[in-house]
DNA sequence: TTGATTATATATCAGACTGATATATTGAAG
DNA sequence: CTTCAATATATCAGTCTGATATATAATCAA
């Protein structure tokens, strides 16, 4: 999950798995807590998979350290999440949100990919929306609950509305 | 995660696990994959627990099943559930959803609470990230790297706007 | 100077969720 | 009468979350 955020991050600097963690949970705030359980066993994975080293450094008078450095498998790989589809999973929107964060390592053809991809997600999701008050209608369920349901969806309805104008305004200046 | 969500379901109708899922994606969506793996666990730990019982019902002509009926303490659980605050996860959006969809089992003092603390949650988010662009401009970053951070939290920041508005429009309904 | 606290750094664990697959029964379509 | 879809449950590997444990070094107060 966080495979393209750890690349990209290293793709101008080495670091430790503590920094790692702490500009990570610096970036999700508070509402996920990024576990050390979780950025050690990654930064194996990566390792093993050719994608970065780990290199002891000493600093005299400081504890050592395992710095991650990107390798050029690793900068390979950071291009290959970059260009592909973004999955439908719990992490789409932070996975789009780490990819336009790395916008300045891609080229602008990309760039408008990505942004337009993102679109058509939201406006997938606009659709299906729309079909969940149609299909609630037609289910026999008690008025109240009909009325709440509506009533929740139309949260996520506003969120969406509000993103594609954001995304329309982003394609405008991409454009110039 | 999804106790909640399942004990409401269950408040006015009894069900199996195979419905359940099937309904708990028809809300979520494309973007996460309702699991049998977790809904049997989930329903023996709720019975387990004491708060549904799972009773065998054989139709004639059907194939058996294991309904999930909630019991007193479920009813208990489940209002108790409702006047939790929040806590700050990754399902934190997901939650107040589940609970907005329940609002008509509740007292209206109730709702305005969680709307309340909903409205709190989203205030926090804004500040927070208010914070986030300030901390970034002290800390030496490359420019076009803190361009597109900046960017991307301009996406948050307009979705936590639109949610605001919902909020304080909800409000305002529920205040007639 | 010593003692306590904080920051840096890594490791490990239980519990839970995701996505997938396996299996069995019944109904419907052709 | 056979294939396909729908209903129904079970199980699994991999991963993430939240928490705790451990160790070293720096800082600051008494």
């Known amino acids: 999950m966080y495979d393209l955020f750890v690349l990209g991050q290293l793709m101008d600097e080495s670091m430790s798995g503590y ?36 290199n002891d450094q000493v600093d005299v008078g400081k504890r050592s ?19 592909q589809k ?37 406006l997938e999701n606009q659709k299906s929306l729309s079909q969940q008050i149609v299909d609630m209608k037609e289910t026999p369920i008690s008025a109240p609950d009909l009325k709440n349901a509506q009533w929740v969806i139309s949260l996520k309805q506003v969120q969406m509305k509000a993103a594609l104008q954001w995304v329309d305004s982003s394609l405008k200046k991409f454009a110039e």
């Not at 790395?102 to 942004?115: C, D, K, T, V, Y």
């Open 65 to 83: 350290k395992k710095v991650a450095t990107i390798t050029d498998r690793g900068r390979i790989r950071f291009k290959e999440l970059m260009i």
């Open 19 to 54: 920094l790692m963690r702490q500009i990570l949970q610096q970036i999700v705030g508070r509402q996920r807590k990024i576990s050390f359980g979780m950025i050690y066993p990654l930064f194996k994975r990566l390792n093993e998979a050719g994608y970065i080293t780990l």
């Open 86 to 122: 973004v999955p439908l999973n719990p992490n789409l929107e932070f996975t789009y949100s780490v990819k336009f964060r790395n916008f300045h390592q891609i080229e602008p053809e990309l760039r408008r990919e990505i942004l337009n991809e993102y679109k058509n997600y939201l």
